[in-house]
């Protein structure tokens, strides 16, 4: 309840409601930067982030892909952590955009590696 004392007509008092918005900051991401084609690589994770003043962590989703996408497979394109499995030789771009899905303006931040595989 807010009250403002100095309003000419009289005390007035209301209800406001606050809606966070979430910082992420920069991802940070964690993972090989060689592969051997046709075989799945070890885990990549978001390590830490970088510029983040209030992240909320149960808040986050995240979206995994490559460029060029042509057979780059995740093991979980939606989690926290994944693993890629590039089929051929190829140096694809592993892009993950971590969002916050509750805070208003909605929030979202990237950062991608590049992935040698041979």
Known sequence: VITDSSATDSPQE??????????????????????????????????SYTGVSNPAPNDL??????????GVSFSAATAA???VTVASAGTPKIKCVVSS????????????ITLTAS
């Open 81 to 83: 952590t994944t693993t």
């Open 61 to 70: 989703t995240y979206q995994w892909s490559a460029s060029p996408s042509t």
């Open 14 to 47: 209301d209800t406001l409601t606050v809606v966070p918005h979430f910082v992420i900051g920069t991802p940070v991401l964690a993972g090989p930067t060689t592969s051997t084609a046709g075989q799945a690589s070890t885990a990549y994770s978001i390590a």
């Open 101 to 112: 899905a509750k805070s208003t303006p909605g929030s979202s931040t990237s950062n991608a």
